[in-house]
């Protein structure tokens, strides 16, 4: 079955920092991936998403390229800021179900920017 | 922009009782889903519901589980004999179309504590 493998936190940066966050994932379709970000308190928030091979989504400063080669979606941001703590999570659908499919969802990396 | 949004925000029950949790889609979306997140845990996917009746299930989605669109806007999941474990933070969402490529979009959750 569809699989998603996220590195597992926290993970503490300074404020300004470089950041990435690897996802890696197991799909027997052709999927589309996603990263979806939850704030203190709150629901899933939709941060970037690609679709096909090569592509790269963005969004907020933050980029994700489809790696299909290495089966992989990192997240990156050159510069975080304290607004960015949050928890991180990746996420694929595969499509198979004709979009009745659920999505299959990463652990959660909880990012922690400190001033 | 419009939004999927749930009702209670928390909901506290006995073990044993029922509980009916709520979800507003996004009007003109066609697929909705209902998740859990137990604390600290992953997102896992419960159920897809598609054209009145149910799509896919996983299989946390026991008979203990079901989901309805009593009208045109409302789409509910009920807990029929809620136990200990059932406590988590419950998502609704739902998704425009059936491509692979389509988003689902989030609501903020609703905090179901069962003691």
């Known amino acids: 079955g569809d699989s998603v493998t996220q590195m597992e936190g926290p993970v503490t940066l300074s404020e300004e920092a470089c950041l990435t966050i690897?996802?890696?994932?197991?799909?027997?379709?052709?999927?589309?991936l996603f990263w979806y970000v939850q704030y203190p308190g709150e629901g899933l928030q939709l941060l970037l998403k690609?679709?096909?091979?090569?592509d790269k989504g963005s969004n907020k400063g933050f980029e994700a390229t489809y790696r299909k080669e290495t089966t992989s979606f990192h997240l990156e941001k050159g510069s975080v800021q304290v607004s960015d703590s949050a928890v991180y999570f990746c996420?694929?659908?595969?499509?198979?179900?004709?979009?009745?499919?659920?999505?299959?969802f990463g652990k959660g990396t909880h990012l922690i920017i400190q001033p | 922009e419009p939004e999927v949004t749930q009702t209670p925000s928390h909901q506290v029950t006995q073990m044993g009782q029922e509980v009916i949790l709520r979800c507003v889609p996004i009007?003109?979306?066609?697929?909705f889903y209902w998740y859990r997140q137990i604390l600290g845990q992953k997102v896992e996917f419960l159920v897809s519901?598609?054209?009145?009746?149910?799509?896919?299930k996983s299989e946390i989605f026991d008979d203990q589980f079901s989901v309805e669109r009593p009208d045109g806007s409302n789409f509910t999941l009920k807990i029929r004999s809620t136990k200990l474990e059932d406590s988590a933070m419950y998502f609704c969402?739902?998704?425009?179309?059936?491509?692979?490529?389509?988003?689902?979009?989030f609501g903020p959750g609703t905090r179901l504590t069962v003691l």
């Open positions: 969402a739902s998704r425009a179309s059936g491509t692979r490529t389509d988003t689902q979009y």
């Open positions: 690897n996802c890696t994932y197991t799909a027997t379709g052709y999927p589309s």
């Open positions: 690609a679709t096909k091979a090569d």
């Open positions: 996420a694929l659908s595969d499509g198979s179900g004709g979009g009745a499919d659920g999505l299959t």
């Open positions: 009007s003109n979306h066609l697929y």
């Open positions: 519901f598609y054209n009145n009746e149910i799509s896919e």
